[in-house]
Nanobody, 114 residues
Framework: QVQLVESGGGLVQPGGSLRLSCAASGSIFSVNVMGWYRQAPGKEREMVATITSGGSTNYADSVKGRFSISRDNAKNTVYLQMNSLDPEDTAVYYC????????WGQGTQVTVSS
């Protein structure tokens, strides 16, 4: 089993920044993909950003140029740096780990409001 512990969510003003962290523990496979997904009320869950164990990244068009995903393989931790936040970014953000099996974090609330 893999456990994902998320942190860093909260309330931020438009134009502000937040950094989310997700630490994975348990039976971690050396080759894996980790990422961040988000779900706003009444909307489907969508991919925000992913990163492979080799460092390849992928971003949703809506966050390109504003968000940056990174990882520390030694700590099995992935980060999401979110800049120039907009109210449209308000959602529950979920960490996802994909190895031999897929695991999800419980989510952390990000609210962008003045």
């Amino acid at each position: 089993q893999v456990q994902l512990v998320e942190s860093g969510g909260g309330l931020v003003q438009p134009g502000g920044s937040l950094r989310l962290s997700c630490a994975a523990s348990g039976s971690i496979f050396s080759v894996n993909v980790m990422g961040w997904y988000r779900q706003a009320p009444g909307k489907e869950r969508e991919m925000v950003a992913t990163i492979t164990s080799g460092g390849s990244t992928n971003y949703a068009d809506s966050v390109k140029g504003r968000f940056s995903i990174s990882r520390d393989n030694a700590k099995n931790t992935v980060y999401l740096q979110m800049n120039s936040l907009d109210p449209e970014d308000t959602a529950v953000y979920y960490c996802r780990y994909v190895g031999p099996r897929t695991f999800w974090g419980q989510g952390t609330q990000v609210t962008v409001s003045s």
